[in-house]
T-cell receptor, first 114, second 109 residues
Framework: DAGVIQSPRHEVTEMGQEVTLRCKPISGHNSLFWYRQTMMRGLELLIYFNNNVPIDDSGMPEDRFSAKMPNASFSTLKIQPSEPRDSAVYFC????????????FGPGTRLTVL | KNEVEQSPQNLTAQEGEFITINCSYSVGISALHWLQQHPGGGIVSLFMLSSGKKKHGRLIATINIQEKHSSLHITASHPRDSAVYICAVGNQAGTALIFGKGTTLSVSS
């Protein structure tokens, strides 16, 4: 298995632009997690899907952030409009079932908003 | 006060030393995770615990539910163990993860 796949690996954009991050979980995994990591705040869980359904999105910072999981093999995290404070590394992870299982992390997307 | 506290924040060691990293939490939990993040940025899950003790190679993780405390031990440390170690707890409902700030370990030869 290729592991969790994220794209793009790096994204540089200007303030106000729309940004879409993509994630393909490990085949057969039922849970998918989006995280954000910054120097100031460390690692934060943004949203967690189980069987394609959002279970907890309380970590999503504000309405500019949205996440979808249209099927078991694909998820997107969208920021619109982007702001410089959104600059961070965004990780996607998947697990067989929920937070009670080991999670497998993707390589992350480094986002820079100018 | 953070709900998940790790200590120490930074740790330096000589190759071969026994390492202990601590994690204390103040909320009821369903599970506790230990993660490792290497300087390149990749994150690897080391352990998921809900009770007792787990061992994988030179790594041992323990948890004491009553004391709300977990430890990660590394025996015979090696420079390749240099990384940030992150503790995360799952809430009792199983719907969220709360992270510690991480412990930066540097092992020199």
């Amino acid at each position: 298995d290729a592991g969790v796949i994220q794209s793009p690996r790096h994204e540089v954009t200007e303030m106000g632009q729309e940004v879409t991050l993509r994630c393909k979980p490990i085949s057969g995994h039922n849970s998918l997690f989006w995280y954000r990591q910054t120097m100031m705040r460390g690692l934060e869980l943004l949203i967690y899907f189980n069987n394609n359904v959002p279970i907890d999105d309380s970590g999503m910072p504000e309405d500019r952030f949205s996440a979808k999981m249209p099927n078991a093999s694909f998820s997107t995290l969208k920021i619109q409009p982007s702001e410089p404070r959104d600059s961070a590394v965004y990780f996607c992870a998947s697990s067989p079932t929920g937070i009670y299982n080991e999670q497998f992390f993707g390589p992350g997307t480094r986002l820079t908003v100018l | 006060k953070n709900e998940v506290e790790q200590s120490p924040q930074n740790l330096t060691a000589q190759e071969g030393e026994f390492i202990t990293i601590n994690c204390s939490y103040s909320v009821g939990i369903s599970a506790l995770h230990w993660l490792q993040q290497h300087p390149g940025g990749g994150i690897v899950s080391l352990f998921m615990l809900s009770s007792g003790k787990k061992k994988h190679g030179r790594l041992i993780a323990t948890i004491n539910i009553q004391e709300k405390h977990s430890s990660l031990h590394i025996t015979a440390s090696h420079p390749r163990d240099s990384a940030v170690y992150i503790c995360a707890v799952g809430n009792q409902a199983g719907t969220a993860l709360i992270f510690g700030k991480g412990t930066t370990l540097s092992v020199s030869s």
